[in-house]
């Protein structure tokens, strides 16, 4: 499957055939464009190494920040001034972009330093990503965990040259940059050096080695070169006083001749870094290039193996496989990495953010990764006891709150989803202290006192992170605790208003009232009552999703606020452009119109996703976008905490996911290739292991031991689903 990835799908504004039907309706009020980056990446690894431009939000390609409408170009076309590591995924205005450590091959004075070349002839492909500069370097960058691995081929100049630029961070626009506020680097001995920067009061190590050993190895500060010099240390970094400083290898290169970095990062000190270069690259010899790419392409394959679909076609096979690919790309698992407290044990930053990832990306890994999934459960678990709450993102920085405004308890969502799961490994005692005090943070005191908060989807928030911690109360045995959360989980009723069906008035973060008022909560047949029965709810949810209404136009480049204000008050669903309602089409399941959930993601999945550069209808945030294509396309969808699988028509004849209790085949009969334009199928039966399945669910457990589930599909909608309604706990 590695060979049907392409990560240059997102790279670009959202280029997709026009939409038709339910999608013409649809409105997309965030950047059109998929925010990803083609860099060489390995699955859940700390590293990842792409050119860079300084454009948003990756480093690479052609835009400038944009929050809203279609992307505005800073770049004619593709350009990078040389290679750095760390990138976001897919993600918006994260305000933390790395891009450390800038690696520029040259055969340019280092005046030029800085200089953005044309890039020509990319190539990339999962752990590999490769570009020529116009200077006729050809530059191929690879990763391990904790490594990246950079060979750069020269034409035959005189002084050709690799530069690394300590001093450079974050991207070239205007409060993009990051200035390190202390470094030091050091030239340990020929081809070897290592140094350190603090940058965001986090210390990022570097242990580098060069295999260009006849060429010069010097210090630089300001373009200047130190001959002799073999220390740079500066202890109080400001903007104003900050020049560029780094290190420089140097001499004359033959035609086709090949020079290797490597680098190991840590962020605890040199010598864990040279012991992470050492375990990800070996030790001895010059050449590591070739071994680590091909270990990591190893990876990658035995992970892009878990799921195998029957694609109709290249294309389909290429959208499903990079969206997998780009699923499992963050956050980012840094065992024994943490810098801010001495414990040993599980690390993670790249958490951008909780609220983009919890409802899709979260089960996937979860689903094909469980081991990952406990070690990211405990690194939450240490971030709270050390930090003091929850994170909702948490980047390579301390302070994990600074997300907070988009949602709360979603770290509860996913630990009840591994204790249901009863998955080994978390301390279950442990976990019920934290997840029960970080309840009354933030927004929480709010909810206690008062029985709402606002925003007012942290009131929806906070009463479902109750009724997850209720299950980890359960699985620990304090009833006392149990019957408390399952009365403050009933306080969602106090987030809508009786006579609309909807939310109340307040602010929305990136949506509107419509947007939020359509989630999967933990009781859906109370909230289906409150809105005045199960028709009353589908027509809400029919207006929600466009059913006769007329194609919309979607914001264009630098919208204004007229324009983005009228778009908000159709109050209709954001197209997958968007988290906010991204479960919303599997509310029909709960008023027993699961055709109509049929409709909707059929029409998502074949018009809001394709190949190429602008293969994406909005930000692939982390990946959480992605992973809502893979699983909306197998026929299935995770209710994010509560154990639960609803099943709908797959978008392939057949799929084989390798779960831990065994691979779970998906099966259908009666299936119709779907494309663009075309109509929806519907589920007309469905047997699990032979036997007839009413429901139109599964259980976590039902799903992670495999088995064989066979769906039948037709053109038209049938019974199945109409009298059965996935699990409701009713308020009290």
């Known amino acids: 499957m590695i060979g049907r990835v392409d990560p240059f799908i997102g790279t670009e504004a959202t280029d997709l055939p026009p939409r038709s039907g339910l999608a013409a309706t649809w409105w997309w009020p965030k950047p059109q464009v998929g925010n990803t980056h083609p860099g060489a990446t390995y699955p859940l690894g700390m590293v990842s190494a792409c050119a860079y431009s300084g454009a948003y939000p990756t480093g690479y390609g052609r835009y400038d920040l944009g929050t809203e409408g279609l992307p505005v170009p800073i770049h004619e076309r593709a350009v990078a001034s040389g290679f750095t590591h760390f990138q976001q995924s897919g993600t918006g205005a994260i305000r933390k972009y790395y891009n450390y450590f800038r690696v520029t091959p040259m055969i340019e004075p280092l005046d030029e330093l800085g200089r953005q070349w044309e890039i020509v002839d990319e190539t990339a492909e999962p752990g590999y990503y490769g570009a020529t500069l116009e200077n006729g370097i050809r530059a191929e960058l690879t990763v391990g965990p904790k490594s990246a691995v950079h060979r750069y081929t020269f034409p035959r100049h005189r002084n050709a040259r690799v530069v690394i630029d300590f001093s450079l961070g974050g991207l070239g626009i205007p409060y993009g940059e990051t200035i390190p506020l202390r470094a030091k680097l050091e030239s340990i001995g020929p081809g070897i050096a290592q140094g350190e920067i603090v940058v965001e009061g986090t210390p990022l190590a570097v242990y580098i080695e060069c295999d260009a050993s006849s060429w010069r190895q010097m210090l630089w500060y300001d373009r200047r070169l130190m001959p002799g010099g073999t220390r740079l240390a500066f202890d109080h970094i400001r903007p104003t006083t ?18 290797e970095v490597r680098i190991g990062f840590s962020l605890r000190g040199v010598e864990q870094a040279k012991a992470n270069l050492r375990a990800d690259c070996g030790d001895g010899g010059h050449s590591r290039f070739a071994s680590r790419r091909e270990r990591t392409r190893k990876t990658w394959r035995r992970q892009l193996k878990t799921i195998a679909v029957d694609a109709a076609s290249a294309e389909r096979d290429t959208v499903f496989t990079t969206a997998l690919y780009h699923s499992l790309i963050k956050p980012c698992l840094a065992p024994e990495e943490s810098p801010f407290w001495p414990t040993e044990g599980p690390f993670v930053f790249d958490l951008s953010t909780m609220w983009d990832i919890y409802r899709t990306q979260l089960p996937l890994i979860t689903a094909l990764m469980p081991e990952r999934a406990v070690e990211l459960g405990t690194a939450l678990l240490t971030i709270c006891e050390e930090e003091g709450n929850f994170p909702i993102g948490y980047r390579m920085a301390r302070g994990s709150d600074r997300f907070s405004r988009q949602g709360s308890a979603l770290a509860q969502t996913f630990l009840a989803d591994l204790c249901q799961l009863e998955l080994p490994g978390v301390d279950w005692d442990w976990a019920l202290v934290h997840m029960h005090t970080d309840l009354r943070r933030t927004y929480g005191e709010d909810f206690l006192l008062r029985g709402h908060a606002h925003p007012i989807s942290h009131t929806l928030d906070l009463a479902f992170g109750y009724w997850c911690t209720a299950k980890v109360a359960e699985r620990v045995g304090d009833r006392a605790l149990v019957e408390q959360f399952r009365g403050l989980s009933s306080r969602w009723r106090n987030a809508f208003d009786p006579e609309t069906g909807l939310l109340v008035d307040s602010t929305f973060y990136e949506g509107s009232r419509h947007n939020y008022s359509f989630r999967l909560l933990h009781d859906m047949r109370g909230r289906i009552d409150l809105a005045g029965g199960d028709d009353r709810f589908v027509a809400m949810l029919d207006a929600f999703f466009g059913y006769g209404a007329e194609p919309v136009r979607q914001p264009g480049l630098q919208p204004g606020l007229e324009e983005m204000t009228a778009g908000y008050a159709l109050g209709r669903f954001e197209g997958m452009n968007n988290e906010p309602d991204m479960d919303a089409p599997w509310a029909y399941h709960y008023a027993g119109r699961p055709d109509r ?136």
Not at 242 to 256: H, I, N, V, Y
């Open 597 to 732: 959930t049929a409709e909707v993601v059929h029409a998502a999945v074949q018009q809001q996703f394709g190949t190429g550069r602008g293969g994406l209808p909005g930000n692939d945030d982390s990946g959480g976008l992605s992973s809502w294509y893979v699983w909306a396309s197998l026929g299935l969808f995770p209710v994010a905490g509560q154990n639960l699988f609803l099943v709908n028509a797959p978008a392939h004849a057949e799929s084989r996911i390798a779960m831990s209790g065994g691979d779970l085949a998906i099966e259908t009969k009666g299936f119709v290739e779907p494309h663009h334009d075309g109509p929806a199928q519907y589920v007309q039966s469905v047997t699990l292991n032979g036997d007839p399945l009413e429901r139109t669910w599964l259980r976590g457990d039902e799903v992670h031991r495999g088995g064989r589930l066979l769906i039948e599909l037709g053109p038209e909608p049938g019974a199945w689903g109409a009298n059965a309604r996935p699990p409701s706990t009713p308020s009290g």
């Open 242 to 259: 900050l020049r560029p400083f780094g290190l420089m290898w140097a001499g004359p290169s033959e035609p086709g001749q090949s020079v």
